[in-house]
């Protein structure tokens, strides 16, 4: 037989803990294994037990979702966090995100989006309610349009170079060394340049001993 997924829900407000306890109870891989009523209980479970998922509300008495969640770092509680809340800003979202969120649920549609949203983190993926999924596009947008470049973007030979580059061997003592013509050398460097957006040899040079 299948094993449950373990689950702790913390929620200040009676109405949605009742919901989601009706939604839950239905599904027979979930057990529904505490409950609790504000952040500190809900944190002070997590350091005592071993669950599954946690379905935190974002805004609660003492300890927020997101204040929870960034004291469980480096505690080594292997648990995968979802955030419930009731607002639709996308820097709170992006918040939680970058703390560790695998699925970030809606209240107005929390009894409908749930249990995929449980199933999905379950699988080790992310959920995102349906109606601010485009805040998880404009958010994968944004890194590539940030995208740094950097060593692991080298080849092996070009990586070799760089070190040698940084013990500040001219291009001809690198061609001796690695029997090559200096005229390859030279198009590594070029190569190299370009891979790390670097303008002039100064800056490689630079780059090099700042990346031994």
Do not use: W
């Not at 949605?16 to 500190?40: S, T, Y």
């Not at 993926?125 to 740094?148: V, W």
């Amino acid at each position: 037989m299948k094993e449950k997924i373990k689950i702790l829900i913390a929620d200040d407000h009676p109405l949605m803990l009742q919901g989601l306890e009706m939604v839950l109870a239905a599904e027979e891989n979930i057990c529904l294994c505490d409950k609790a009523k504000d952040g500190q209980e809900a944190f002070n479970k997590l350091i005592e037990n071993k669950y599954d998922l946690a379905i935190l509300d974002v805004e609660m008495p003492i300890l927020s979702g997101l204040e929870i969640v960034r004291k469980c770092s480096g505690k080594n509680i292997e648990t995968n966090f979802i955030f419930l809340t009731m607002y639709k800003e996308e820097d709170m979202f992006n918040e939680a995100m970058d703390i560790g969120a695998k699925g970030y649920v809606l209240k107005e549609n929390a009894v409908t989006d749930i249990v995929n949203c449980i199933t999905e983190v379950q699988n080790d993926k992310y959920y995102i309610s349906p109606l601010i999924a485009d805040y998880l596009e404009n958010r994968l947008n944004r890194k590539k349009n940030t995208f740094s470049p950097s060593i692991n973007d080298l080849t092996k030979t070009e990586r070799k170079i760089l070190k040698l580059i940084s013990q500040d061997k001219t291009s001809r003592m690198i061609a001796e060394e690695l029997f090559v013509s200096v005229k390859t050398v030279e198009n590594h460097r070029n190569n190299i340049s370009k891979k790390l957006s670097l303008q002039g040899s100064h800056s490689l040079v630079k780059y090099a001993i700042q990346n031994k």
